[in-house]
């Protein structure tokens, strides 16, 4: 196992340089303003279920150490459409994000940190100094030890100044709906539609405009009963009546940053939860009764008559869940963690960030929003992909499937005639495709982030997310269009590595007060794929040193490596009874170009301190 040792580099911290700042009323900040304060950088990309994790982590430590922490986010994007100052604005509001962020489209700050995923998070001591550098998920604790030994050193040393931070919120706007997220036609013929950003539903007619009632206070929250609360809603799946009758509730709403799934009676307004422990999935069980099992950032929800279940897309670990209600158990219906796209068994099969359902008779549609891709799941629980070529291809380009290209799509919708409308998100556009003749053209453009539709009396409602509304952008009989739009990479720069033996080291050091956790076996685990597979000739698979020899193959210019690695980690003290225990854990698909020369070294930072 490879770990770094705890270490205070004295390597000075890069101004943060960028197209413009936000939440600072129009102040550009800079490292001398921060000087005197604890700064923590967070590199994040609003598409990144991840880096949306982290937003919610650090909101207590935020609190904790509001006089002496100063958090910025560094908006480094992934997409196209991401780079749209318009669209990071309302993606800061959306995500309720309180505090600083710099908008750095070109990647400047990122490259100045040496940052290789998302999430980054990058500490500075109140001298500009970088102590500490961690990726992915679950470091909050670590962070909070770093944080405190910093404030006691500089506070002894007089270089510590306590006061407010540089937080100035934005004006606050007043819309009916705010983000909503995805929609369904209720029996009773009236919208039922996840108003995410009030942390609610709202019920319409059929119009789309007229309340008919809200379900909520509007308060994030998590409480159940006839005034319930949610946490950003997003998906709703409706129950077949006789599974309703015996459950008694009507619908199974996908509450996602509560990590729960929550059940609605339509008669009463009643809320119970019915899936989830509300604590996120990081590496226990998948199978099991229903409370007791953890879920993580469940996007999207479909009742799928061949599983008899209903299917949710599980954004934040890249798998698909089956939830019985009758038997009141959760199981693992697709997937294995690992975020890239490969088809085949379900359970053998790779998604990335599955964002959005629909079932039509045997097939169960979906959207990995990661990858671009419309794929599906057949009823002997096999995995086909229609559209999408990986984690880092994406555009607008329509013709045969093959060729065609969406950016982020979050949404799909069955037709009548076995097509599917698809909300390609990040393209502002309706997308559809035909499997019969395998082809893909464009419905509708000009859509604010569109995340879901629904067929009402044989027109598309589209639920215009950043709009703030439902939208009928295609009029009944209108043909649909082709489009020849460009095809796109993510422009983050790849690593580069040679033919040959290639050594893959996670560097990871456990917090302070801390050791890693052997009680029960390795306290690491590392699992390495690739794509396309033939790039490993050996290396790949699952291991639990944190150090692995790779060999690259000759004959390729470029991959990507998919690693997944974790560990375990507990308090360090034989006097404590009930030792306090985490499990970090971080996936990277690193993009990699392989040639001569290139280094026959790969160090991926998890946690700790390493030269930036």
């Not at 009944?476 to 796109?488: D, I, T």
């Not at 033919?499 to 009680?519: M, N, S, Y």
Request: one cysteine or more; proline letters at 7%; glycine letters at 10%.
């Amino acid at each position: 196992m490879t770990t770094a040792p705890r270490r205070r580099a004295r390597v000075r911290a890069p101004e943060p340089v960028g197209r413009g700042w936000l939440n600072t009323g129009g102040e550009d900040v800079r490292l001398a303003d921060l000087r005197g304060k604890v700064v923590l950088f967070d590199f994040w990309t609003f598409c990144c279920i991840n880096c949306l994790h982290v937003l919610d982590e650090l909101r207590p430590l935020e609190a904790e150490f509001a006089d002496v922490l100063v958090t910025i986010g560094v908006h480094s994007p992934k997409f196209v459409h991401e780079a749209d100052p318009d669209a990071l604005v309302a993606a800061v509001e959306r995500y309720e994000v309180h505090h600083p962020v710099l908008d750095d489209p070109e990647l400047t700050t990122w490259q100045a940190y040496a940052v290789k995923a998302w999430p980054t998070l990058v500490l500075v001591d109140p001298e500009g100094y970088v102590v500490h550098v961690a990726a992915g998920e679950g470091h909050v604790d670590a962070l909070r030890q770093v944080i405190t030994e910093l404030v006691a050193e500089h506070g002894a040393k007089g270089t510590l100044h306590r006061g407010g931070g540089l937080y100035v919120p934005p004006p606050p706007a007043a819309t009916e709906l705010r983000f909503p997220a995805k929609a369904v036609l209720t029996k009773r013929g009236t919208l039922l539609v996840a108003d995410s950003a009030h942390h609610g539903l709202v019920e319409l007619e059929a119009d789309g405009e007229t309340v008919v009632r809200r379900i909520g206070t509007g308060e994030r929250g998590r409480e159940d009963g006839p005034r319930p609360t949610f946490s950003e809603p997003a998906g709703i799946a409706l129950l077949p009546d006789d599974v309703a009758g015996l459950v008694g509730y009507h619908a199974v709403v996908a509450d996602t940053v509560n990590h729960l799934l929550r059940g609605l009676n339509l008669d009463t307004g009643e809320v119970t939860t019915v899936a989830g422990t509300g604590e996120q999935w990081r590496n226990g069980p998948t199978d099991g009764p229903a409370d007791g099992i953890d879920l993580t950032s469940p996007w999207d929800v479909a009742w799928w008559e061949p599983a008899r279940g209903v299917a949710i897309a599980l954004a934040g670990n890249h798998t698909l869940g089956l939830f019985d209600p009758v038997a009141n158990r959760l199981s693992r219906l697709a997937g294995t963690t690992v975020e890239g796209l490969s088809d085949g068994p379900a359970l053998e099969a790779f998604f990335a960030q599955p964002s959005g359902l629909a079932a039509d008779g045997d097939r169960l549609w979906l959207v990995d929003s990661e990858t671009s891709a419309l794929r599906w799941l057949d009823a002997d629980r096999v995995v086909h992909t229609a559209i999408g070529k990986g984690l880092f291809d994406f555009g607008h380009r329509d013709g045969k499937a093959d060729q065609a290209l969406l950016q982020h799509p979050l949404g799909v919708t069955a037709l009548p005639d076995g097509s599917v409308a698809i909300s390609d998100t990040y393209n502002g556009a309706l997308r559809r495709y035909d499997p019969s003749t395998d082809e893909v053209s464009t419905l509708a453009v000009g859509i604010a982030e569109p995340s879901d539709a629904v067929l009402v009396d044989g027109e598309l409602v589209v639920v215009a997310s950043a709009a703030h509304r439902l939208d009928r952008p295609v009029a009944p009989g209108v043909a649909a269009e082709l489009v020849s739009g460009e095809a796109h990479r993510v422009r983050r720069p790849p690593s580069e590595i040679g033919a040959g033996d290639l050594e893959l080291t996670i560097v990871f050091t456990p917090p302070t007060g801390t050791k890693l956790d052997d009680r029960y076996g390795p306290s690491t685990r590392l699992e390495v794929t690739s794509s396309p597979p033939e790039l490993l000739l050996d290396g790949d698979g699952v291991g639990t040193d944190l150090t692995r020899k790779l060999r690259i193959a000759e004959g390729f210019t470029e991959g990507v490596l998919h690693v997944v690695a974790q560990a375990a980690s507990c308090t360090d003290d034989p006097a404590v009874d009930h030792p306090v225990c985490r499990l970090t854990r971080q996936d990277w698909g690193v993009p990699v170009r392989v040639t001569k020369g290139g280094s026959n070294r790969l160090p991926l930072l998890m946690g700790g301190m390493d030269d930036i």
